[in-house]
């Protein structure tokens, strides 16, 4: 599924459009998203513990780029499973 806004719009992602659809909207917490838009910086290092299905993970990485680094922990193995599967 192909995200239609925000700060992954045009990424592809594989979503449940039952429980994700934000997600796919690119409605998923707006506030965090223009945090993340005004805080990090190309080439930074960061870290996003509690990752979930890594959708804040890949606007970090986004945001720091090929220079910077994303650290993602999700506590969870069937979480992380679906971390995995989210950004392949």
């Known amino acids: 599924m192909q ?5 992954l719009q045009g990424l592809r992602l594989s979503l449940d459009m039952q429980t994700e659809k934000d997600y ?11 945090a ?11 870290y996003d ?3 979930n299905i890594g959708y804040v993970s890949l606007l970090l ?5 090929a220079a910077g680094h ?3 922990f999700e506590a969870l193995p ?3 499973s679906a971390c ?5």
Do not use: C, F, N
């Open 70 to 72: 994303v650290y993602a």
């Open 61 to 65: 990485a986004r945001r720091v780029g």
């Open 78 to 80: 069937p979480i992380w």
């Open 84 to 88: 995995v599967s989210t950004w392949s």
């Open 24 to 34: 796919w909207l690119g409605t998923y917490e707006p506030e965090l998203q223009a």
């Open 3 to 7: 995200v239609a806004a925000g700060g």
């Open 36 to 46: 993340v838009a005004d805080l990090v910086k190309p080439g930074m290092q960061v």
């Open 49 to 51: 513990v509690g990752a």
